[in-house]
C-alpha cells in the first residue's frame, strides 16, 4: 500500500501570507495526486488533481505542483476562508484508494 | 448540478449490518463513472471504503473488503453500502462522492460530494 505523508500536522499563518504544505509518498505515484480542502462540518472540497491541475471554480491563488514522490500545494495569500484542513489523495495503484494524514491549517 | 445525498440509520449496534444510501440527483449514474463511499472517524483523517462502476463492477478497499458491500440501483439513480459486523470503531461520518475522470489522464478524482452522514456504533 501506497502511504501518503503530509507535512506539517499544523501550519500556523496569518492573513496575506503564503502557505506551502507538503505530501510525501513512499513510492513514486506520477502525477496521480489531488488535493482537497475540507473545513469543520463540511464535506471535503477537490481543489487540485493531477498534481497541478486546479478544479472548477477553485480561486489562481491556490497551485500544485510535484511528481514522482513529493508533492506541494501552495496558496500564494491566504484570505480568512482559506484556514481548514487539506488532505493529499493518490489512487496511483489502482483501484486502491489512500489519503494522507491530513494539515490544519490555523490562523496565527 | 449534481447533488449526492446519504441517508441511513444515525446508531446502529455493534455486529450489526451498518446499511446506508446514497441518492443522485441531477446526473444519470448509469451514464457513466465510479461512485464511492469514504468515512472519517470523529477528529481523524479520511478513509476510502470503495467504489462501484456504473455497470456494477465494485472496488473495496482491502482492509474492509471482507464487511463491505456496495451495490447500485440505476432505476432509482442511488448506490447503497452494506457494513457487516460492525463495532465501535466503524463511528463515523460516511460521505458517498462521485468519480469523475478528469485531465489529460482521465484519472478519476473525487469531485462532487455529499454532506455526510453520521453513524454511531452503540448498544
Known amino acids: 500500500e501506497i502511504v501518503l505523508t503530509q507535512s506539517p500536522g499544523t501550519l500556523s499563518l496569518s492573513p496575506g501570507e503564503r502557505a506551502t504544505l507538503s505530501c510525501r509518498a513512499s513510492?513514486?505515484?506520477?502525477?496521480?495526486l489531488a488535493w482537497y480542502q475540507q473545513k469543520p462540518g463540511q464535506a471535503p472540497r477537490l481543489l487540485i488533481y493531477?498534481?497541478?491541475n486546479r478544479a472548477t471554480g477553485i480561486p489562481a491563488r491556490f497551485s500544485g505542483s510535484g511528481s514522482g514522490t513529493d508533492f506541494t500545494l501552495t496558496i500564494s495569500s491566504l484570505e480568512p476562508e482559506d484556514f481548514a484542513v487539506y488532505y493529499c489523495?493518490?489512487?496511483?495503484?489502482?483501484?486502491?484508494?489512500?489519503f494522507g494524514q491530513g494539515t490544519r491549517l490555523e490562523i496565527k | 448540478q449534481v447533488q449526492l445525498q446519504e441517508s441511513g440509520p444515525g446508531l446502529v449496534k455493534p455486529s450489526e449490518t451498518l446499511s446506508l444510501t446514497c441518492i443522485v440527483s441531477?446526473?444519470?449514474?448509469?451514464?457513466?463513472?465510479?461512485w464511492g463511499w469514504i468515512r472519517q472517524p470523529p477528529g481523524k483523517g479520511l478513509e476510502w471504503i470503495g467504489s462501484?462502476?456504473?455497470?456494477?463492477?465494485?472496488y473495496y478497499n482491502p482492509s474492509l473488503k471482507s464487511r463491505v458491500t456496495i451495490s447500485v440501483d440505476t432505476s432509482k439513480n442511488q448506490f447503497s453500502l452494506k457494513l457487516s459486523s460492525v463495532t465501535a470503531a466503524d463511528t463515523a461520518v460516511y460521505y458517498c462522492?462521485?468519480?469523475?475522470?478528469?485531465?489529460?489522464?482521465?484519472?478519476?478524482?473525487?469531485?462532487?460530494w455529499g454532506r455526510g452522514t453520521t453513524v454511531t456504533v452503540s448498544s
Open positions: 462522492a462521485r468519480e469523475q475522470q478528469l485531465g489529460e489522464n482521465y484519472y478519476y478524482y473525487m469531485d462532487v
Open positions: 441531477g446526473y444519470s449514474i448509469s451514464s457513466g463513472y465510479y
Open positions: 462501484i462502476h456504473h455497470s456494477g463492477s465494485t
Open positions: 513510492q513514486s505515484i506520477s502525477n496521480y
Open positions: 493531477d498534481a497541478s
Open positions: 489523495q493518490q489512487r496511483s495503484t489502482w483501484p486502491s484508494i489512500t
